[in-house]
């Protein structure tokens, strides 16, 4: 099945551009018309993937953050990229609570969150290399209608 | 970041505002630890009413200035969550740490 | 001098992106606390471009479109690319009221208003192979404040 | 795009609303002409007050209803031009074939 739209925004690692990744994919689902529910769980997924790339893949210095998102019918697919750390344990790092910086305050719940308000998360990363997240929202289930 | 409002002598109040994520919970998190050491701040009460939006970085930054007001026998105070923020709130365990109240008045009596 | 903050954003040649393309360069723009009359303009011009793309570069099939965005203290610079179709005569295209299109109810009035509303308009095209349209608006001139 | 509002027995009022670009003109543009075909419709009178932004692919949209209209003597009017869409009428020169009203009383008397 082919992509109804696609797009894809590369951008600098700073703080600023946590809310205006947010928006742009915001801007972006808006074309399928999801509930606002639906909305608040992708922009907090996708600030969670690219606070990461942030503070754990680039640490605060200035890399290159790709996000790319293709809009089907039902579902919205976005991926949150960046050239930096890499992860050593995935299978540690996507546990609630678990974080590599506790002194800067992470709550090591970014992963859990984004597990938990989309539909599906893969990540695939290599040390050294960098990161790739991908999430999937199945858009107009009833029950989330529901809810809204 | 909003307002900060001392409601009591040892009791800070903070209007949170807009979309509280990593770049924001940064700059609130430095401006509430300079009031907890000038102020001798004992409890503080958050007012989400205003927020629209708060990811993990906000827990994070929440669970921190609970961390430090813990040693002093101090507690967190919240009121007025909004929906994508109570779903986070909820999520990630806060409110096993932080206390929920219906309003200020109540927080003020409780806390 | 480096750019504050930089962004490159490509998305398909459909309409529905139009308004798609302002919210982002309208929301990437907004970091430099420009006024809602430097907003306005910055949307209008880069409205008019991706428009452009789409009917003249594409001819309303489908290719990509790709806006760059570089950010400085007193100025924001945006190119929009396709590779298109091309302009043959770029002094003509740049003229009031000219359009190749009139059976398309298009006013020829886009490279007007793009150089109107920016500061700066330069317009490269190879016949064949596309376009790169690049605008530059001052931002914070007192002039405008007043204005706003 | 709004709402369609017939005012008098040739004249049709319509309520333009959010952002007019090359998108949503094309829908415009075929809805209004069915109008037209349908009532006889001589005037067109355009209300911008819910109209947060026009490129000039709306100017496009007004010239070719001006243009159709024409044919039979009619003419289009518009009332409450927001900043944004008064800058591209003034711009596109669209001020010289459609009149601008105060409000819809003057426009249906005038036009
Ligand atoms: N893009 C990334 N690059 C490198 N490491 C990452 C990246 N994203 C996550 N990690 C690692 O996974 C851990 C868990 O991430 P997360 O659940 O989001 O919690 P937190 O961000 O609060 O630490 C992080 O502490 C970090 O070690
Ligand atoms: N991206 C483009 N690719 C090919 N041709 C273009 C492009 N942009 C503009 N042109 C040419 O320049 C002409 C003038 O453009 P413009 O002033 O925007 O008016 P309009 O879009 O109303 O025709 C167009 O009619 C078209 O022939």
């Known amino acids: ?148 | 970041m909003g307002g900060v409002i001392k409601v009591k002598d040892d009791m800070l109040k903070i209007n949170l505002r807009g979309e509280i994520d990593h770049h924001i919970a940064s700059i609130i998190k430095d401006e509430i630890d300079r009031y907890i050491e000038k102020h001798k701040i004992k409890n503080i009460l958050f007012d989400f009413k205003d927020v629209s939006f708060m990811d993990s970085s906000g827990v994070g930054m929440i669970i921190g200035r609970y961390k430090k007001l813990q040693k002093a026998g101090g507690k967190i105070g919240v009121i007025y969550l909004t929906p994508q923020v109570k779903k986070i709130f909820e999520i990630s365990g806060l409110l096993n740490i932080v206390n929920c109240f219906s309003d200020e008045r109540e927080a003020i009596e409780k806390l």
């Open chain 1, 1 to 148: 099945m082919t992509a109804l739209n696609e797009m894809q925004l590369d951008f600098l690692s700073k703080s600023q551009n946590e809310s205006f990744a947010r928006v742009v994919v915001a801007a972006f689902a808006s074309q399928l018309d999801p509930t606002l529910d639906e909305l608040a769980d992708i922009k907090t997924a996708v600030s969670e993937a690219v606070t990461n790339c942030i503070i754990h893949g680039y640490e605060n210095t200035v890399g290159v953050i790709r996000i790319k998102s293709k809009l089907y019918t039902d579902k919205i697919i976005i991926s949150v990229q960046d050239w930096g750390k890499g992860i050593e344990d995935i299978q540690k790092a996507r546990q609630p609570l678990w974080t590599s910086k506790p002194e800067l305050e992470r709550s090591g719940m970014g992963f859990t969150i984004m597990e938990d308000f989309m539909d599906k998360l893969e990540i695939e990363s290599t040390p050294g290399e960098g990161t790739i997240i991908t999430m999937v929202k199945n858009l107009g289930d009833s029950s989330e209608r529901n809810n809204s």
